[in-house]
C-alpha cells in the first residue's frame, strides 16, 4: 500500500518504551535517595515510608493518556460532579503530573490544552510545600474557583465553546482556511 505507518510507531514505540526505561531508573534513583536521607529512628517513620509498589510496565503511556483526557470539560465536569477534583490526594496527583510541561515529555501530548487545564486545576503557585500562600502576587489562586466552576454545566459548555474557538482559529492560522488567508 501506499501508506504504511507501522515503522513510525514502532519508532514511537521505542521512543516510549526508552522512556518508560529511563522513568522508571530515575524514580529508583530517586527512591533509593529518599530511603538514604529518611530518619529510621523511629517505629513511626517506617510506618510513615512509601510503600514499594511495583510500578506497572506501561506506566508512561498510562499517564499520558490521563493527562490528555484533562483536555475535555466534559471529562472535567464529571471529576467535579463527582467529587474527585475536591480530594487531596487527587490534586496531589495532579500537582505530580505537572512533569508534563517539561518539553522532553510534551512533545507525546496531542492536546496542548490539557496542560492548560491542568494549570487551572492546580496553579504552580499553589504548592502547599513552598510556604507561601498562592505565591507571591497576593492573589491566593489556588485553582478552587475553576474546580468549582467546572461543575456548573453552562461554565462546562462555555469552555467547550471556547476550546472550538481555539482550535477554529489555530486550525485557520495554520493551514491557511478562512479569513487569515488574504494578501
Not at 47 to 75: C, D, G, H, K, T
Not at 127 to 156: C, N, T, V, Y
Request: glycine share 6%; net charge negative; charged share 25%.
Amino acid at each position: 500500500t501506499f501508506f504504511s505507518p507501522r515503522p513510525r510507531r514502532r519508532g514511537l514505540r521505542n521512543r516510549i518504551e526508552t522512556e518508560e526505561h529511563q522513568m522508571t531508573a530515575e524514580l529508583a534513583s530517586s527512591s533509593a535517595d529518599a530511603e538514604a536521607v529518611a530518619p529510621t529512628t523511629s517505629s513511626s517513620s517506617s510506618a510513615v515510608a512509601a510503600p514499594s509498589i511495583a510500578l506497572p510496565p506501561n506506566r508512561f503511556e498510562l499517564e499520558l493518556e490521563f493527562v490528555q483526557s484533562l483536555a475535555s470539560p466534559a471529562y472535567l465536569h464529571y471529576l467535579a460532579t463527582s467529587g474527585t477534583l475536591y480530594q487531596s490526594s487527587f490534586l496531589d496527583f495532579l500537582r505530580y503530573l505537572r512533569y508534563w510541561k517539561r518539553p522532553q515529555y510534551a512533545r507525546y501530548l496531542l492536546y496542548p490544552h490539557c496542560l492548560y487545564f491542568l494549570d487551572l486545576l492546580v496553579p504552580p503557585d499553589s504548592d502547599p510545600d513552598d510556604g507561601s500562600e498562592g505565591g507571591g502576587d497576593g492573589k491566593g489562586d489556588s485553582g478552587e474557583a475553576f474546580r468549582r466552576e467546572m461543575a456548573q454545566l453552562p461554565f462546562r459548555n462555555f469552555v467547550h465553546e471556547q476550546q472550538f474557538y481555539s482550535w477554529q482559529f489555530r486550525s485557520a492560522r495554520l493551514y491557511g482556511r478562512g479569513e487569515g488567508t488574504k494578501e
